[in-house]
């Protein structure tokens, strides 16, 4: 059996492709986001199994003419 931190590396490395068994035959919710955090349920169409991804804003990009307008 496969450990969480294992499964999660895995899946780090190769997020098209469930950490279980390997198949690239995945689907997933819609993200749930919070302030900085976000949530979203994967399964695997051939084991069955389920996790869910957590994202976290790194910070944002900025459109090059909105930086123009502030420096005028």
């Not at 190769?14 to 976000?38: E, N, R, W």
Request: hydrophobic share 25%; net charge negative.
């Amino acid at each position: 059996m496969k450990n969480q931190e294992e499964l999660n590396q895995k899946y780090l490395n190769d997020p098209d492709a469930c950490p279980f068994c390997g198949s690239t035959y995945i689907t997933a919710d819609h993200a749930d986001f919070g302030s900085d955090v976000g949530f979203r349920d994967v399964r695997c169409e051939d084991c069955e199994k389920v996790w869910t991804e957590e994202y976290k804003l790194t910070g944002i990009t900025i459109d090059e003419r909105d930086l123009e307008d502030e420096e005028s």
